[in-house]
T-cell receptor, first 111, second 113 residues
Framework: NAGVTQTPKFQVLKTGQSMTLQCAQD?????MYWYRQDPGMGLRLIYY???????DKGEVPNGYNVSRLNKREFSLRLESAAPSQTSVYFC??????????FGPGTRLTVL | GQQLNQSPQSMFIQEGEDVSMNCTSS?????WLWYKQEPGEGPVLLIA?????ELTSNGRLTAQFGITRKDSFLNISASIPSDVGIYFC?????????????FGGGTRVLVKP
């Protein structure tokens, strides 16, 4: 099993450009999450999907949208990237809720 | 929002030493988790704690769920160079919507030069 996979690993955008970060898990987990991690800080929840067909805002949702495409896939979209969105983005999944398993991250720079 | 305070923010280890770090909150949590993150990678789950007072080990790592349910501790015994990384605590409130976790700011573990 690959666990949680994320694409791309690195991305550089110009201000105002859009992009979608992809996440997939092969563990048959119900819940999926998107976090951002900024230097010297912990992980902050952007959006989550408790189950297929549902999505909800986390702590820092502004400027982002998500799609739970199916049970395996949960994408994060930046419609108009801003320098403040420069960060490392992590996707995670869980079956029982507490124990979340993380992907390797996408390192995004917005110029 | 909820905050978890981790201390120390950073520490230096010498091979063979035992080290400790902790995480405190103003709120009661039902679950405490400890993760380790190495450079360029995602956090990896080390230990999960589900009951107040619970003491759980994973190899050289031991974590405890505080009796007050507002804190947790992680100990690393006989540290080795590969223990270097950032250790995060995370807590889950009772019936948290979407089973959301709250993360601490991390303890950065470095090797003494």
């Amino acid at each position: 099993n690959a666990g949680v996979t994320q694409t791309p690993k690195f991305q550089v955008l110009k201000t105002g450009q859009s992009m979608t970060l992809q996440c997939a898990q092969d563990m048959n987990h119900n819940s999926m999450y998107w976090y951002r991690q900024d230097p010297g800080m912990g992980l902050r929840l952007i959006y989550y999907s408790a189950s297929e067909g549902t999505t909800d805002k986390g702590e820092v949702p502004n400027g982002y949208n998500v799609s739970r495409l199916n049970k395996r896939e949960f994408s994060l979209r930046l419609e108009s990237a801003a320098p403040s969105q420069t960060s490392v983005y992590f996707c995670a999944s869980s079956v029982r809720g507490s124990e979340q398993f993380f992907g390797p991250g996408t390192r995004l720079t917005v110029l | 929002g909820q905050q978890l305070n981790q201390s120390p923010q950073s520490m230096f280890i010498q091979e063979g030493e035992d080290v400790s770090m902790n995480c405190t909150s103003s709120s009661i949590f039902n679950t405490w988790l400890w993760y380790k993150q190495e450079p360029g990678e995602g956090p990896v789950l080390l230990i999960a704690l589900y009951k107040a007072g619970e003491l759980t080990s994973n190899g050289r790592l031991t974590a405890q769920f505080g009796i007050t349910r507002k804190d947790s501790f992680l100990n690393i015994s006989a540290s080795i160079p590969s223990d270097v990384g950032i250790y995060f605590c995370a807590g889950q409130l009772h019936k948290a919507a979407g089973n959301k976790l709250t993360f601490g700011g991390g303890t950065r573990v470095l090797v003494k030069p």
